[in-house]
């Protein structure tokens, strides 16, 4: 079945790369700012070297052979939706924006609770968007809690799955108790995935290796995202690049397998260009394309799922740049197998989001999706008979015969937001003004999936009582 | 010429070697300061302004100027004529271990004339509070490259505040995603997303030139 499909190493150049991070591991090491957290890895074989853990070979390859191949990812009500570890292109949006891009004056402003709802129902209307993320950071709730209070929307009004993250080590727990409060069963059967983030270069900090070996405990799904800079927190090189954050990933690996044996880890990344003149990161730039399409392969190599920050976008507007970035990331992305991409709506090196552009980009994963899934060749598709039938005796003219109409819906995708009409039943409006006009019919006429009355009342229970300790009065939206 | 070109080429062996050369034939090390290392300095703030320099460069070209400074100009420095402009604390915010940013700054400040006190990374609020009090520092560079330690500039202005330090000195809110808006919202005083901007702002505040 023809289908595209992009692989950037072949196997030996990905063994290549996969043994030189094992060299740094063991001859560089990582650094761990947690004691306790080395000690895990200092008690079952890893040495100590000037402050930094040295992790030997057989620690690794230890390690990469108890984590699960493949990780069964459900939604909130215990439905499975995809198979992680098979190039489940799982997209969401991109992750923890402190801004938000306003429609009418095209300025950034502070996102407040009330938006975060917003996001929850446009996403759970998405129709290519397959899971949840807690994209944006409300600025209307003490900084203590802002991690925790962005699952509640979610929970509250959608059923998709949940790409998150906690900002300390104390709100782990009381964000794995929201989502226990909803499904009991919620870790037999994960619906949230939390995402944990490496120091570049080799170091850990506390808050995200003790994140990491309680998730592991947990055994709740840990995306390991690495995010060298390239030119600043990594060597400048691709290669070099590369090999620092293969060796990254796998040391979280190893820390969550002795956390816990089989723990559920996802190969993750989000290299970024370090800009050479402001230091600022660029997400978007080839380069860091290039990391990641290398790196997963190296996923591959050791059989993991893996996720990416693709389908986003550097620029400041929704403009032709953002599209670019984006369609090109996102293609790359669906077409190189990523299990979890996350990226859609965010703009501004993710830390604006846009609502709008969360719109245009589910059209775009809609197109790139077809695009992924290729044709088959089987003999009604390849049709010889009904050119055969058509040229002979119906004049030519496809449109009158039987086939098209009945293969007609299966072949082809068509954007509903995009312009594809003809000039005469052209709207004459901008695609960014279609775009807002979508969003605000999802917001009057988006479905939402409400969780039982009794379940919503403990889910309340536990948001109140958040807010009581940051010692403000809850927002409920 | 020759060391005015080797610190800005980046080329901090020949920097040395090239000063060495001038002081021992008698130059002046006040003159070699104010005639060669802080215009030299300067044409690289201008390269790196006009976007011909990329940070890499700025860094080698403060680290020729660095070598110089420590290895022949310091030795001979009478008293403390170069720091004649006060003290300066710098530091990266807690839970952030990027020092990139901060550490340019921190050569640049010190071509000026300041004493930069580097209290390095992952650094309190405490330990920024009492370093200002330790040095009697006129400023305080508060640097932080992530937008999820940003918030710790705003508890280290409230520290000083809280200590009745505010007043004393300028605080600069350092890192490459500080923006102005930010740097009104938690009350400091000069956005530090340029080394060079800052240091100029710091200037003009100080009433020097």
Redesign the interface.
Known sequence: MPRPLLTLLSLEEAREVHCKAIEVLEKVGVKF?DREVAKTLLENGALERDGRVLIPEELINEAVKLAPKRIELYDRDGSRVATLGESASIFNPGS?A?KILDYESLEPRSPVMEDLKRLAVIVENMYFIDAQSTALVPGDVP?EIRDVVRLYPILKYSRKPIITGS?TVENLSIMLDFAKTVREDAWKRPFTIFDVCP?PPL?W?T?TSRNLVDLAKAGVPAEIISMPGL???SP?TIAGALIQHHAEVLSGIVLAQLASKNAPVIYGGSPLLAH?????PVITAPEALLVSLAYRDLAKLIELPVHTYMGLSDSKLVDYQAGAESAYSSLLAAVSGFDVVSGPGMLEFE?VFSFEKLVLDNELIGLVKRIRRGFDLSVDELAFDVIMDTVLSKSGNFLLHPHTRRMIRREIHLPRIWDTTPRSRWSKRSIYIEAHLEVERLLREGSTSPLEPEVERRLDALYIEVFKKAGVKPIFI | MELFNAIVDGDPDKALSVANRLVERGFDVQRLVTEILVPAMRRVGELFDRGDYFIADVIACAEAFRRVFENVVRPRLGGSSARRLGVAVFGTVKGDIHDLGKTLAKIIFEVEGFEVVDLGVDVSVEAFVEAVEKYNAKIIGVSALMTTTMIEQRRVIEELKKKGLRGRVIVIAGGAPVTEEWVREIGADICGDDAFKALKKVKELMGVN
């Not at chain 1, 050479?276 to 600022?280: I, K, L, Q, S």
């Open positions: 700012e923890a402190i900084m900002f120091s170091s900090s808050l030119g600043s927190t400048t050479p003149r402001y230091g600022t830390s």
